[in-house]
């Protein structure tokens, strides 16, 4: 019977199997393997044998693909955007020209657009302003934190990892908080893809969903086209020189960006830190005796859960990457996830450790120019929801398993049940 | 060995040595001088050694390395005299370098 096999055992059973199916039939965009957490040893077996390699998938749309599996080699990519393009999208997935699901935004674009589109929205998310949030992000964390169960088990994802992430996006769009899971459920809807999750929404529903915020959120920038320039993205965007011209796809394109790039990605490494340090008890031990480790905890996380898998490229011109003849027009995925476990870029890259001598050396905002706009809010989201979880709780417990999201893209998690003593 | 010194956005110098060849970012992560991140360990990449150079030593660090502009466009505050650490190299030259910190790496 089907729930009756452990985790253990489906390990066990993923690890014999990457190590003994040819070559040519690894396929690490396979959904599967992130359900069940086992794309690690497919991963393992690419590094050492092949670490650029000719993938393929049965999904149509994502087809035949380059899997970039080494740290240096994907660093290579992803700080050459001249040869490696993002112009044809950021996930494997092909659409044809023209189709209303192909979003138009700036992590999707190539110099000089992306660079006029990402200074808009850059200060938002500078020191300077960040620090005016950190109150405002802490008390708001506090908030979420004294309102959590007692005795009881609950959904850490959904009571702490999308409350605060939600809270904090709808902060950033001065967004009505009493409508904020609306952004939640627009992120969700803008990374799913039934192509890849059966139960996902029709294409047709989900673009009818992505209407309706494109929708509101018009109604947002015509509010604040019309009053004086404020901070928050929103009036950024419909005041910022670069982005003030924006067509709806456009804008459509780039509200996707900000809402899953603030929320699936913080979201995933809030619920991901825990169960690391859940099954690194002596690392938890460690956080606990000298709380100031957080600072390099925050940075250790981001790496472990490695939140957005991969990033795709294009390639402009033929050229070569580790050996390998890539073509114009070949695909890539820049797997961050391998790379962040590559063992000749990170010393015991399997090891969660709290205290790592290098911990911000990692791939999980990628690098060059598309690297995350959103860094520096993420970790500072994480370091006050560890220090406050820290000085408040004594003990959290994970009682169960996580289920983890069908996806090779977002890594990330639907529920982890946690219970905190009272 | 060259000596080159860090002011802090808060105020506050660090002055460090390092050995000819060093990149200005290896210098400041090797004495754990605070203010530079260098996330992609020199690569050119991550724009978090961003510096400001004292005018008076502008000249002498030549041109901007291929891809360094692109990345300086990452920063949060670029001015005229902004750099990354990890494009400079040093050399007995520079000895007795100045270079402000900005208030963070972004």
């Known amino acids: 019977m089907l729930d009756s096999i452990e985790p253990a055992d489906i390990h066990a059973a993923a690890r014999a199997r990457a190590a003994v199916l040819p070559l040519d039939d690894l396929n690490p965009a396979d959904p599967q393997g992130f359900v069940d957490d086992t794309v690690g040893y497919v991963f393992e077996r690419l590094r050492r044998e092949d670490p650029v390699h000719r993938s393929h998938s049965p999904i149509p749309g994502i087809d035949t693909y380059w899997s970039v599996t080494r740290y240096k080699d994907i660093m290579q990519v992803d700080s050459s955007h001249s040869i490696y393009s993002s112009e044809n999208g950021i996930t494997l997935m092909d659409f044809p020209p023209d189709d209303e699901q192909k979003l138009r935004m700036f992590i999707a674009m190539d110099q000089p657009k992306h660079d006029e589109q990402r200074k808009a929205v850059n200060p938002i998310v500078a020191p300077a302003n960040l620090n005016n949030w950190q109150n405002l992000i802490r008390e708001r964390t506090v908030n979420v934190l004294e309102s959590l169960p007692r005795n009881e088990t609950f959904n850490w994802v959904d009571k702490v990892s999308i409350e605060l992430t939600t809270y904090m996006l709808a902060t950033l769009f001065d967004f009505p908080l009493q409508d904020r899971r609306l952004l939640t459920h627009w992120s969700d809807m803008a990374t799913s893809n039934k192509l890849t999750n059966p139960d996902a929404p029709e294409p047709e529903v989900r673009m009818a969903e992505l209407r309706k915020m494109l929708e509101y959120f018009t109604r947002l920038w015509n509010e604040r086209i019309n009053a004086p320039p404020s901070t928050d993205l929103v009036s950024m965007l419909a005041h910022g020189p670069a982005t003030r011209n924006m067509g709806p796809a456009e804008y459509m394109g780039n509200l996707v960006l900000l809402i899953v790039g603030g929320n699936d990605t913080t979201r995933n490494s809030m619920t991901g830190g825990l169960l690391a340090l859940h099954e690194h008890p002596q690392e938890m031990a460690k956080l606990r005796a000298n709380p100031a480790l957080v600072d390099s905890l925050v940075p250790e996380i981001i790496r472990w859960q490695t939140p957005l898998a991969y990033m795709r490229r294009s390639a402009l011109v033929d050229t070569e990457l580790g050996g390998k003849q890539i073509r114009k027009g070949d695909k890539l995925a820049m797997w961050y996830l391998s790379g962040n476990r590559d063992e000749s870029a990170i010393p015991e890259p399997n090891r969660f450790i709290v205290d790592r001598e290098r911990p911000r050396q990692h791939l999980s905002f990628g690098f060059g120019i598309h690297r995350c706009v959103g860094n520096r809010l993420a970790e500072l989201q994480l370091k006050i929801l560890w220090e406050e979880l820290l000085v408040r709780f004594k003990k959290i417990d994970v009682v169960g398993e996580p289920t983890r999201i069908r996806s090779s893209f977002v890594r990330g998690f639907s529920h982890l049940p946690v219970r905190i003593p009272g | ?106």
């Open chain 2, 1 to 106: 060995m060259p000596r080159v010194t860090f002011i802090a956005f808060a105020g506050g110098a660090r002055t460090v040595e390092a050995p000819v060849g060093t990149t200005l970012m290896r210098a400041a992560t090797d004495n754990r001088v605070p203010g530079i991140d260098g996330d992609c360990g020199g690569n050119c990449a991550c724009a978090t050694c961003h510096v400001y150079v004292d005018p008076a030593w502008w000249e002498r660090l030549g041109v901007h390395a291929a891809g360094e502009k692109d990345m300086l466009n990452l920063v949060a505050e670029l001015r005229g005299n902004s750099r990354l650490a990890c494009q400079i190299t040093l050399t007995e030259d520079l000895n007795g370098l100045v270079v402000n910190l900005p208030e963070a790496q972004h």
